[in-house]
C-alpha cells in the first residue's frame, strides 16, 4: 500500500508539473454511455463477481498444488494488465 501511495504521489505530481496526459479514463467513456443505474449496478455487482471469477477462483483451484507459483504468477500480472488498458495512452499490441 505504501508503494501504491508512494507511486500515485510521483505520477501525480509528475502530471502536474508536465504537459503529460494519460489520456481519457474508460470510466469517463462509461458515463457518458451509460446511465448511473447501470454504472452502479455494474461496479458494485457485476464487476467484482467476474474479477472474482477470473482472476482469484483459478488460485483456489490450485491452492494445494505444485503449480500454485505459476498460476499465482501469470494471473497477478494478468489482473493489472487488466486495468491498465482502462486508459487510452495503453496501447493492446
Known amino acids: 500500500m505504501v508503494i501504491s501511495l508512494t ?4 505520477i501525480g505530481g509528475l502530471g502536474s508539473f508536465t504537459d503529460i496526459e494519460l489520456g481519457k479514463h474508460a470510466l469517463d467513456l ?3 454511455n451509460y446511465s448511473t443505474t447501470f454504472i452502479f449496478i ?4 457485476l464487476a467484482p463477481l467476474l474479477e472474482e471469477f477470473f482472476f ?3 488460485m483456489f ?4 498444488s505444485a503449480y500454485f507459483k505459476y498460476i499465482f504468477y501469470l494471473l497477478t500480472p494478468s489482473f493489472g494488465f487488466y ?4 486508459y487510452e495512452i495503453t496501447p493492446l499490441f
Open 61 to 64: 483451484l490450485f491452492k494445494n
Open 42 to 45: 455494474t461496479a458494485v455487482a
Open 56 to 58: 482469484r477462483d483459478p
Open 7 to 10: 507511486l500515485g504521489f510521483i
Open 30 to 32: 462509461l458515463f457518458e
Open 83 to 86: 486495468h491498465v488498458i482502462n
